[in-house]
């Protein structure tokens, strides 16, 4: 198949593909383009952005011309559809095959045209799929709430018109240097699984500094494998070793305690494979997100149970975070808005969800349950909870609003800050600090919840406050619920990422906590997106 494919390049990058046959057919040569023309309009015609591109062009050829564009658009596209397995598409998706045995067998006007409109289908499918992802987001899980930056299909044909070839289909591919860096990792576990993995999995529960034996050997040799320690002889789970299972586990957002407990060995125990994996559906998700994100955005990665103000490219601000626990309605969604303002002192106006769902069976038990909210009703009066039959209410018809003031007990704490969005998503303070020391941080009802929101809002105003600490507290000690509007808007990116990168250092890798990787992979398997294989 190899040496078959090596021919079809050799006819594309000869010469001249349809200055050959035409050159070899008995047709008058008008009578050759009427036919030529006749079969791209007919193969063109079930496909409006085609047949409108080749109908404003007078169907004249793209792909097949005997022309130095012509060849040098050819050779551009069958190198591309080659290197499609770099970045983790499928290339069979593209009809690679049929579409070298339609060159191989093409004999007549007719044929090229057919040919040529083939050359445009992969074409189209190979640009999109490279810069904006195969999959339309939402379609693999409901929680993706991400629209993928699609391009008019015309644009793509138009701009290589009049492009220099090689360098169109180079432009196509994301230059982000989190993609870059995710095709790095990928190549580099591809060599890791060729050359047969990690070798053995660790056999052992708990492992600990002091420990020693065959389990701690395997440890070893695993973390020698991965990179973390310097070859060593020894059989002791010694400080050289406790110190590589904590850079491990920083990199794998595991608590840092240097000892080998059950979450930590499963993580060493992964196979290249599934890092893998990780990598090429982060690299899918890093073609959604194929777009200007702003000079200074917010970044919220669910996986990794942090916050980040970017700007310049540069983390300038990072905070743990809580995010939406692990059920179908409370998972937090992927989607991308604009923050417009922040508000300190909040009130929390409860999500009729939560209302009906979780406080209207403890008032049907307790009508003065949960005091410190208030009812409101359709008047904007509190009500006086014990004149209410509550038990005459279903989660349809209960008539109130539940809201609870500004104040340290605040669910919302003492700030939040807000993008606008359909998910009533935002970013806010919360009384329950403990949360933030756990590893796995998904507690909320889908909001995020931040460490340190104060030092995150003195970072959003200290561009438009000359003491932004100052102007935060001195609105804070008031206790009244202030809206303070940012001069300049900024983007919010909540992401979800279980293999990133940073400028420097190892790649990090996170748990799937909601399961949707896993789905993406699967639609990309099925898409014909496979592993390598181990040499023989």
Not at 60 to 73: I, M, S, V
Not at 316 to 321: A, N
Not at 346 to 354: C, D, E, F, G, M
Request: charged residues 25%.
């Amino acid at each position: 198949m190899m040496l078959y494919f090596n021919l079809i390049k050799r006819i594309l990058a000869v010469g001249g593909l349809c200055g050959l046959l035409l050159g070899a057919m008995a047709l008058p040569a008008g009578a050759q383009v009427t036919a030529f023309k006749q079969a791209v309009a007919e193969a063109a015609a079930r496909d409006r952005d085609l047949a409108a591109f080749y109908r404003e062009t007078g169907y004249q050829p793209l792909w097949t011309g005997q022309d130095t564009e012509g060849l040098a658009r050819r050779r551009a596209l069958v190198e591309a559809l080659d290197s499609a397995g770099m970045h983790g598409l499928p290339t069979a998706r593209y009809g690679q095959e049929a579409l070298m045995a339609q060159i191989a067998a093409a004999a007549t006007p007719r044929d090229l045209g057919l040919l040529e409109v083939a050359m445009s289908r992969a074409y189209l499918a190979y640009a999109r799929d490279i810069q904006t992802g195969m999959f339309e987001p939402s379609s693999l899980d409901e929680g993706i709430a991400r629209e993928a930056p699609r391009r008019d299909p015309g644009l793509y044909l138009g701009e290589l018109r009049e492009a220099e070839p090689q360098g169109y289909f180079a432009a196509l591919v994301p230059r982000t240097p989190e993609y870059l860096r995710l095709m790095k990792e990928k190549l580099r576990l591809e060599q890791v699984i060729a050359r047969g993995g990690w070798g053995r999995t660790v056999a052992a529960g708990k492992l600990e500094p002091g420990d020693s034996g065959s389990a701690v050997v395997s440890l070893r040799n695993r973390l020698i494998a991965l990179g973390y320690m310097q070859r060593s002889a020894s059989r002791e789970f010694d400080a050289a070793m406790q110190e590589a299972v904590q850079a491990f586990q920083i990199d794998h957002g595991l608590e840092s305690d240097g000892v080998a407990g059950a979450g930590t060995i499963a993580e060493i125990n992964r196979p290249p494979e599934e890092r893998l994996k990780a990598v090429m559906v982060a690299m899918e998700r890093e073609r959604w997100l194929n777009k200007d994100r702003g000079a200074r955005h917010v970044l919220v990665n669910l996986t990794d149970f942090h916050a980040r103000i970017v700007d310049d490219g540069k983390v300038t601000f990072m905070t743990r975070s809580v995010v939406g626990k692990n059920q179908s309605d409370r998972r937090s969604p992927e989607f991308s808005d604009v923050m417009e303002h922040m508000i300190i002192n909040p009130t929390w106006n409860v999500p009729r969800s939560i209302a009906t769902k979780e406080y209207l069976p403890m008032l049907k038990r307790n009508p003065h349950a949960v005091s410190y909210l208030n009812l409101i009703d359709g008047r904007g009066r509190v009500i006086n909870r014990g004149s209410v039959d509550f038990s005459q209410y279903s989660a349809q018809t209960f008539p109130f609003d539940i809201k609870q003031p500004p104040g340290n007990s605040n669910a919302l704490g003492l700030v939040k800050f807000m993008f606008p969005n359909r998910h009533n998503i935002y970013l806010h303070d919360t009384p329950a600090k403990s949360l933030f020391a756990r590893e796995t941080r998904a507690f909320s009802h889908g909001c995020i919840r931040l460490q340190q929101p104060f030092e995150f809002a003195y970072t959003l105003l200290s561009v438009q406050q000359d003491d932004p600490k100052g102007y935060f507290h001195r609105i804070l000690n008031t206790g009244r619920e202030t809206q303070v509007d940012l001069k300049t808007q900024i983007p919010v990116h909540i992401i979800y990422r279980t293999a990133f990168t940073n400028a420097k250092g190892p790649v990090q890798y996170r748990r799937d906590v909601y399961g949707r990787d896993a789905k993406i992979w699967n639609a990309m398997a099925n898409e014909g997106v496979a592993l390598p294989s181990v040499r023989g």
